[in-house]
């Protein structure tokens, strides 16, 4: 398996554009996580999903931050509009299953907002 | 909700000798702990996890954890440190049938020859 694959590997975009980040999470895998990781605040977690349904949001920053799994091998996040302090690392993860199971972390996507 | 804490942003060891990366937790039930590395430029890879049973686990590359309910750690050691172990380590948690995965701060590992 290829493990879990994020594109772009790097991102540089001006301030206002329209940010999309894509993962594809492990075949079989039914959780799907994103987080962002900055000096500042560390790995934190935005949102993630159970079965293609996102279960808990409440990491993502605000409204110009949406994600998106419309199946089981696809997932977005979106920025729009995006600002420089979105510049970060962002990761996204797959785990077989709920509670005890651990994380595939893919490479990760370094945003740099201009 | 659970939550971890890595008390040390930095920790130092010269190769050869033990180490040990401190993490505590919080939770409301049952907690499943793990320890991840990340090396520069990739992402988290797993290096072990604590789930029931014997307290002192034992992972990838020479590393062990010992669960402490008691002290609610679960600190990441090492006998003998080698150059190549220098990397961020995060302790991370999760409640049993929830979901969400807590990441703690990070721990800069630094093995000097």
């Known amino acids: 398996d290829a493990g879990v694959i994020q594109s772009p590997r790097h991102e540089v975009t001006e301030m206002g554009q329209e940010v999309t980040l894509r993962c594809k999470p492990i075949s079989g895998h039914n959780s799907l996580f994103w987080y962002r990781q900055t000096m500042m605040r560390g790995l934190e977690l935005l949102i993630y999903?159970?079965?293609?349904?996102?279960?808990?949001d409440s990491g993502m920053p605000e409204d110009r931050f949406s994600a998106k799994m419309p199946n089981a091998s696809f997932s977005t996040l979106k920025i729009q509009p995006s600002e420089p302090r979105d510049s970060a690392v962002y990761f996204c993860a797959s785990s077989p299953r709920a509670g005890v199971e651990k994380l595939f972390f893919g490479s990760g996507t370094q945003l740099s907002v201009l | 909700a659970q939550s971890v804490a890595q008390p040390e942003d930095q920790v130092n060891v010269a190769e050869g000798n033990p180490l040990t990366v401190k993490c505590t937790y919080s939770v409301s039930g049952n907690p499943y702990l793990f320890w991840y590395v990340q090396y520069p430029n990739r992402g988290l890879q797993f290096l072990l996890k604590?789930?029931?049973?014997?307290?002192l686990v034992k992972g990838s590359y020479g590393f062990e954890a010992e669960f402490n309910k008691s002290q609610t750690s679960f600190h990441l050691k090492k006998p003998s440190a080698l150059v190549s172990d220098s990397a961020l380590y995060f302790c991370?948690?999760?409640?049993?049938?929830?979901?969400?995965?807590?990441f703690g701060a990070g721990t800069r590992l630094t093995v000097k020859p």
């Open positions: 604590y789930i029931t049973g014997d307290n």
């Open positions: 999903f159970n079965n293609n349904v996102p279960i808990d």
């Open positions: 991370a948690v999760r409640e049993y049938n929830n979901n969400d995965m807590r």
